[in-house]
């Protein structure tokens, strides 16, 4: 069954128009999953987020002209398995190891007529032996780095790209509320973890990934998970992501082993805060570095210093994608992005939701996890 075609028309005919181009030529596999709907490509960005080798003979591309339609280019190994599930109507295959991969892009471009055009590539993706021979091969062509359009449109989620990422959020939240019920004093993270992945599994993710950690406050680290015992008192802090069609959900919960302490309840309720303060700051218009500071500002004033270097990043095919929260982010939030806003409170008190970007300011979509309060766990 073909994967669905999310792609945001509206804003790829912004982008083609704003830089006067011809066509896209994707080849990062998250951008050949989105212009092509790639089982190959999807599975690349799921089990190693990026392909080791971004040389390699086997490169698929996507040729995206201004008028017409999309071209998949892969080699004949991955053919019958994209037939399956791609939404592209067309297809070039080539010999892996005995044919160039950017020679049969080449002969696409050269088949739309677009052998004079203007052609946005990624820069930042290909290798400079690819990219030279792109140019050897198009000699008449000019060729526009176009990263940041990929990543632009891309940010802009359809609806059924919300759709998509509500319902990841959801069963991961589903798991963790799970998981977190049958925690017990004298399991280790590592089983708490595994029952998350194991719960979002069960729930249809065709993918889990992420961490736990255990400790009392600051003994927290971003190590990994471990086979550390939780004792009465621990903080449980999550970082999960869950895929759906390639989309992740991507949440972090807390929950403490047996009845919290005072001071455990006052950070709880003072990272909610700080949190509530940023989504209603969070709109249109706003740059991600203005967002960052506000963070700053909230967590100073209740009298915490927020050090860690990002605040959050846009979700999409991938988990840190622009608009970014960070200090240098100059690019705008927009209605319909998506962003895993996850502010920190030392390492044990760090929560991240998914924060949908609308007209007239944000909300939080993955609400299915009661957050109001502390979980307390074991009990």
Known sequence: MPNPKLVNEAALRT????????????????????????????????????????GRATLAAVVVPRDGDNVLVCCE??????????????????????????????????????ADGRLGVEVEYLTVN????????????????????????????????????????DLLDDATWEAFSSARVGETEWDIHCRIIDGALRRGAEHCR???????????????????????????????????????????????????????????????????????????????????WFARKACAELGYLHTAAILGH?????????PMLTEAETMTLEASNIVALEPMIEWAFHIQDHILVEENGARRQSDKFDTRDLFIMGV
């Open 15 to 54: 982008a083609l128009d704003g830089s006067r181009l011809d066509a896209l030529i994707a080849v990062y596999p998250k951008n050949v999953f989105y212009y092509s709907g790639s089982p190959i490509a999807r599975e690349q960005l799921l089990i190693g987020y990026l392909p080791e080798d971004p």
């Open 77 to 114: 190994e991955e053919g019958a398995i994209n037939r399956e599930e791609v939404w592209v109507e067309q297809m070039r295959l080539y010999e892996a190891y005995r044919q160039s991969p950017i020679e049969a892009v080449a002969k696409v471009v050269e088949e739309k007529g677009l």
């Open 130 to 169: 690819y990219y030279q021979e792109l140019k050897t091969l198009l000699p008449r062509a000019q060729f526009v780095p176009s990263d940041r359009q990929f990543e632009w449109i891309r940010s802009l989620k359809t609806p059924g790209e919300i759709e998509i990422m509500k319902r990841a959020a």
């Open 210 to 292: 992420g961490a736990l950690w255990a400790g009392v406050t600051n003994d927290i680290n971003f190590l990994g998970t471990s086979r550390k015992v939780l004792k009465w008192g621990d903080i449980i802090h999550t970082d999960h992501a869950a895929f759906l069609q390639g989309y992740p959900g991507h949440v972090s919960r807390l929950g403490v082993m047996g009845e919290p302490t005072n001071r455990q309840r006052k950070k709880y309720a003072n990272i909610l805060a700080v949190q509530r303060r940023i989504i209603e700051f969070m709109r249109p218009g706003v740059t991600g570095q203005e967002v960052f």
């Open 314 to 322: 846009n979700l999409g095919l991938g988990y840190h994608e622009r």
